[in-house]
């Protein structure tokens, strides 16, 4: 079975998409696929297709939905069935029971070895934050440039998705965007603050009280002898701070600011960004 999560929902068995059209067995996959191989409890799915006000026919109605994903997951074990069974395991054929479990008190999605590209993802991740560590900043940027491009679009896009799948989608797009954070951290210590000035343009204005990447686009303007331009940065991202979330900005952005006050120089050197990272206001302070 292969798993993709980070942009349109896709799943896939013996190659065949199991993709329900409807809604709500579709949010069922997509929890399922999220926790693959691991069992999902019943009453954390009901919450998910009806939240705090589930119908009396809740578990008959998401017993139906369970039903109509085998169907699907059978179809595609039956047409990658040819000659000796792709889908055969040491006991015989496997079927759609055997991919999708019925588990005391809930339902598990078996992996059987696929694919999930939330899976690389933390692989390639944690590969660039140990070469971060380790002070490999190009091994660090190029494997955290390959888990970034593993995503298709915002997590599960076309999933209508409820509580649980909203705070599963809000921490896996809080991994990306330390993910994106680490890797222009990584190109900042390779110097290659003038071909960040682009990418990081746009994120600050999508994450307009993002301290950390502020922060990274202030050094990496002053490296480029832009430095009247880093402070007004620091003056934007200060308004928005003050009147969004009625704070200051941290104490390690504005000794970042002061540094490039008194600096004599147009481009002296300047400590990495990474001081003015961290805080619960830097987590997916996203605006639109």
Same mark, same amino acid.
């Given at each position: ?143 955290? %440039?390959?888990?970034? &491009? +593993?995503? *298709?679009?915002?997590? /599960? @896009?076309?999933? $209508?998705? #409820?509580?649980?799948? !909203? ?40 994450? %307009?009280?993002?301290? &950390? +990447?502020? *922060?990274?686009?202030? /050094? @990496?303007?002053? $490296?480029? #002898?832009?430095?009247? !331009? ?44 990474? &001081?003015?990272? *961290? ?6 302070? $996203?605006? #639109?």
């Amino acid at each position: 079975m292969d798993i993709d999560v980070l942009g349109p929902l896709g799943v896939r068995v013996n190659g065949v998409a199991v993709m329900p059209s409807a809604p709500k067995p579709r949010k069922v996959l997509a929890l399922l696929a999220l926790h693959v191989d691991r069992v999902v409890p019943v009453g954390l799915l009901v919450d998910e297709l009806w939240g705090e006000r589930p119908p009396r026919s809740a578990r008959t109605t998401l017993q139906t939905y369970v039903l109509q994903l085998r169907e699907l997951i059978g179809a595609a074990l039956e047409s990658g069935r040819t000659g000796v069974a792709s889908g055969a395991g040491p006991d015989g054929p496997v079927s759609a029971k055997d991919v999708l479990v019925t588990a005391p008190g809930g339902y598990l999605l078996r992996g059987g070895g696929g694919s999930s590209d939330v899976r690389e993802f933390d692989r390639l991740a944690g590969m660039g934050y140990r070469a971060m560590d380790g002070e490999d900043f190009a091994g660090a940027a190029r494997s955290l %440039r390959e888990a970034l &491009a +593993l995503w *298709g679009g915002s997590a /599960l @896009a076309d999933v $209508r998705v #409820g509580a649980q799948l !909203e705070v599963e989608v809000c921490r896996l797009e809080e991994a990306r965007l330390c993910a994106l954070y680490q890797r222009i951290e990584a190109d900042l210590r390779l110097g290659r603050h003038r071909e960040l000035l682009g990418e990081l343009t746009v994120l600050v204005s999508r994450y %307009r009280t993002h301290e &950390a +990447l502020h *922060g990274q686009f202030m /050094l @990496a303007l002053y $490296r480029s #002898g832009r430095r009247s !331009e880093a402070l007004s940065v620091y003056q934007r991202l200060r308004q928005a701070l003050v009147r969004d979330l009625g704070l200051e900005p941290s104490a390690g952005l504005r000794r970042l600011q002061q540094t490039m006050i008194q600096a004599s120089e147009p481009t002296p050197h300047i400590a990495r960004t990474g &001081a003015v990272s *961290g805080g619960p206001r830097d987590r997916l302070a $996203r605006v #639109g």
